[in-house]
Structure formats: C-alpha cells, structure tokens
C-alpha cells in the first residue's frame, strides 16, 4: 500500500516538475523524434508522457485524449519556447530556484522529510533539482511567452452581449443556486488579565520541561490545539511560509532538543521544542494555551449587537452596509458592506453547500434583504463572536443571462478573446517558422494548421 503511495507521489512530483499544461518527464522507452518545431524536437515519449498527465489531472477513467490532441499541445509549447529564444524572453536563476524550492517543499511535506525524498529519488535535493532545473526553465518561459501574447486584452461590454448572443442555447452553461451574504460580527477582546495568566501557567509548564519534565507527555496533557496534542505536540516536517511567521521565525532559531521562550501568534501562546532540522525543514513539537474571552466580554457583544438589530430593525435610516462599517470587528468585511468572499472563487457568491455549516442554517431561513437576529459564532481560529447575517440576494437555478452572471460571462468572453489571439499568434509565427511532423500524424484533424 506505501509502495503505490510513493509511486503515485513520484509521477506527480513528475508531472509538477514539467509544464503546467503539457510535459512530462521523460522515461526510459523506446524513443524517437516524431516532430521538430525549428530545434525542438518532440518524441514519442512526450506523447505518452502528456497523455498520462492529461488524465491524471482530470481525474476520470473515461477521458480519452488521442495522440493528435496531445501532439498539437506539444507543438504549441515547443513554438513558445523558440519564439521566447528569438524575442530574448528570459527568466533568472532566482525564478527558477523559487520555483524548484516551492516544489522540493510540497514533496518533502507529502514524504515527510527532505531525507526521505532523497531516499526516495535515491539522489540528493541538489541533484534532484538539477534534473529538473531545465525543465522549470522551459515551462517559465512558456507562461512569459504565453502572457505576452494576451497581455492587455479586455474585453468591452458590447463584446460580452455579443459573445452571450453568439452561443447557441444548449451551450449557455447552466449556473446552481446561489446566494451572498453580508454580516456584522462582534468579537470581544482577550483580556489583558487573562493573557497573562495563560502566560503565566505556560511560563510554569515550560520551567517543568527545562528541569527535566516530558515535552511530549506535557502537550498531550495541556496543550489546546486538538490537532497536536494527541500527537505530544509534534507538527511534522514543515517549510518556510507553512505556519505563521512569529512561529517559523522562532522555530528555525531553535537547536535540536532546545526549548523556545514563550510566542504569541493568533492562535494564542506557545512553547515550542525543535526535534529536527534538514536543510529548509523542520520538525516541531509545541503547547498551545489559548486565552479565553470571558462571560462576561461575550455578554456585552451580544448586547451590543441586540442594539444594533434593533436599530436596523426599526430605525430604516440606517442602512446594513453603513451598520457595518460602523460596528463590526471583522476586518475583512467591515469595508466590503459586510459580503463574506468565497475562497474557492474570490468572489461574493455562495452555493448553498459551500456555506459555513453555522451560516448556513441561519441563512436558509431568511428571505432577501431580510437579516437574523444575533447568533453566537466560531472563527476559524477558534475564538467565541456574535454575528447578524444578511441576505443580500438569491438566485435560483438557471441558464446563464447578462442580468444574474454579467462577471461570468465576461470572463469566458475574456478567454475566447484570449484563445483568438494564440490562434493568430500561431498562424502568424508558423508561417516563419520550421515545423516538420511524422508521416504517421499526417491525418491528424489539427485545430490549426501544423501541416
């Protein structure tokens, strides 16, 4: 089972390594040259290569992609690369080290460790990133080269009505049920007689450890963060910009077996002992002690906002963005009329299942522009609020129209715009351009004109 674990790992760290829209890397087959775009040559392993990429990332059995498909995304990356080489288009060391270090993290956080990773590839971190080096330099060349050619595209609103109007109707996508939500949130502050004394009974358990206590067995027993404590506080392996920076900058001053002074981050206090240090990695262990808001701070947040509700309810010359603006402790939507961002779309707009699970209930049972009176609300970091939720607007079910989904479309009109000028770009450079294809690919339907 472990074996067809970190096979799989190795073709998708594989398949990171290679551009983001095409290469693999390349294995040892039968091989030979089937196309040449100027120098670039493409083999029958690119070929193969691709194609299990391609279905990895769909992630279905079914989705089939024939070797001319794949062919044709091979020949558009090698022109790429070529016109980057004859426009001067280059990338530095530095983008390609950052880009080799951001992926070397990402694996040695699904393996573990940089040794293990080592272990794995049966090479040093130095020489995997050798490998792979020439390959990150080609797909940042490829994404530079591709910007440039839709560099300042936009598209006017004529061209959107247009592009809406030019799709057949069983092509206009069809969008579910969605909703916006705005809120005023009251979350009252720690006291200062509370946070010192968390840090005092954390200052007391870090004293015990340094005489001689068990790290590990003290966290199982104190710490408050659920993910940890069952583990005696060990984090595993992390990489730089994987945890808060007041965290990380401590833990990475730290020596093996040494014990940290006390750290406030968000979350609350912590001491921290390092177990293991390889290269950008670390292995931690940590106490966390969490200051409690009080009864009675959490009474008055929910008196405040049974004011503001009242107001809002029976005083229509305050509006609920302004309420907002005014009132709320939440930072990221005190200024954005209270509308809570989705962070799978970056945009306002909820489907019903995406909602928190808390927001969720209180909002179903409103009508919009109606908004609920206090409830009691967990942040993600774990700290007690009270919220009014506002419904803004619902929509339901339905074909895509100007009116509900005008951002949409104007984002796909955006990338029809965008393929256009590729497909220009292409026939344009072709024309100047060696391209030599197999005899056996001579039947392939192409989207553009290769042959």
């Not at 014990?259 to 293991?276: D, K």
Request: glycine residues 4%.
């Amino acid at each position: 089972m472990i074996l067809k674990f970190l096979n799989k790992v190795k073709i998708v760290f594989l398949l990171l390594c290679m551009h983001s829209n095409g290469l693999f890397s390349q294995e040892l087959v039968l091989d030979e040259v089937v196309a040449v775009v100027a120098s670039q040559p493409i083999k029958i392993s690119d070929i193969t290569n691709m194609k299990r990429q391609l279905k990895e990332q769909a992630g279905e059995e079914s989705v089939i992609y024939t070797d001319c498909e794949v062919l044709e995304q091979l020949l558009f990356q090698k022109l790429l690369i070529y016109q980057a080489q004859v426009d001067s288009v280059e990338v530095t060391e530095k983008q390609i080290e950052q880009e080799l270090d951001k992926r070397i993290r990402y694996f040695t956080q699904q393996l573990g460790s940089e040794q293990k990773l080592e272990e794995f590839y049966n090479k040093s971190i130095a020489e995997i990133k050798d490998e792979f080096r020439e390959k990150i330099k080609e797909q940042l060349l490829t994404q530079t080269m591709q910007g440039k050619i839709t560099a300042g595209l936009t598209v006017t609103p004529v061209e959107v009505r247009n592009f809406y109007r030019s799709l057949p109707s069983d092509s206009i996508p069809f969008i579910n049920a969605e909703v916006e939500v705005a809120r005023i949130m009251k979350s009252p502050p720690v006291s200062e007689q509370e946070k010192k004394l968390v840090k005092e009974k954390l200052e007391k358990l870090r004293e015990r450890i340094i005489a001689g206590a068990d790290f590990s067995a003290m966290a199982a027993l104190y710490s408050e963060d659920p993910g940890s404590a069952a583990k005696g506080g060990e984090l595993g392996f992390m990489g730089r910009g994987m945890l808060v920076p007041e965290f990380e900058a401590v833990a990475f001053e730290l020596k093996p077996g040494e014990v940290s002074r006390i750290v406030e981050t968000q979350f609350g206090f912590h001491v921290i002992q390092l177990i293991e240090r390889l290269g950008e990695q670390f292995n931690c262990r940590h106490i966390l002690l969490v200051p409690k808001t009080s009864g009675a701070d959490l009474y008055k947040a929910q008196q405040s906002l049974d004011s503001i509700y009242n107001n809002l309810l029976n005083n229509k010359s305050i509006s609920f963005e302004k309420a907002c603006a005014q009132f709320s402790d939440d930072a990221e939507t005190k200024y954005n009329g209270g509308l809570i961002v989705n962070p799978a779309t970056g945009n306002t707009r909820f489907e019903m299942n995406e909602l928190d699970r808390q927001i969720f209930f209180a909002v179903d049972k409103l009508n919009i522009g109606e908004f609920s009176k206090p409830l009691s609300y967990q942040t993600p970091d774990g700290k007690k609020a009270y919220q009014i939720l506002y419904l803004k607007t619902k929509t339901d079910a339905h074909q895509a129209n100007l009116k509900d989904d005008y951002q949409r479309l104007q984002n796909a009109a955006l990338q029809q715009k965008q393929s256009n000028a590729v497909n220009d770009w292409i026939k344009k450079k072709k024309r100047s351009t060696y391209i030599q294809i197999d005899e056996r690919f001579k039947n392939c339907v192409f989207k553009n004109s290769w042959l």
